[in-house]
Nanobody, 114 residues
C-alpha cells in the first residue's frame, strides 16, 4: 500500500519560514520523481518544486530563491524548505510521487498571514 504523508504546515507570518516533509512508503522511493504542488481556493493545482531521483531540481518562478526542495533516500522523505513566505503562498500543499504511476498525499495547509 502506497502512502505519502505530509507534515509541517501551519500558520506563519509574512517573511517567516516553514519546512514541509513528505514521508513515502510502499514505493521504491529512489526511482520516483518527487514534487510539491499547491492549490489555493478557486485555483488549479500547480507544481511548486520537483526533484528527480538524481537530485536535479526545478521550481516555479514564483518561489525561486525562496523555496528549496530536497530528498533523503535513507528516510524515503522529500522536504520543502520555504523561506520569506508571502500571503500569496497560502494554499494546501501536496506531495506527489511520479514513476510508472502517480501518487498523492492528503495535503497540508500553509497559511501566511499577519
Amino acid at each position: 500500500q502506497v502512502q505519502l504523508v505530509e507534515s509541517g504546515g501551519g500558520l506563519v507570518q509574512p517573511g517567516g519560514s516553514l519546512r514541509l516533509s513528505c514521508a513515502a512508503s510502499g514505493i521504491r522511493f529512489s526511482m520516483y520523481f518527487m514534487g510539491w504542488y499547491r492549490q489555493a481556493p478557486g485555483n488549479q493545482r500547480e507544481l511548486v518544486a520537483g526533484i528527480t531521483s538524481g537530485g536535479s531540481t526545478n521550481y516555479a518562478d514564483s518561489v525561486k530563491g525562496r523555496f528549496t526542495i530536497s530528498r533523503d533516500s535513507a528516510k524515503n522523505t522529500v522536504y520543502l524548505q520555504m523561506n520569506s513566505l508571502k500571503p500569496e503562498d497560502t494554499a494546501a500543499y501536496f506531495c506527489n510521487a511520479k514513476g510508472f504511476q502517480s501518487y498523492w498525499g492528503q495535503g497540508t495547509q500553509v497559511t501566511v498571514s499577519s
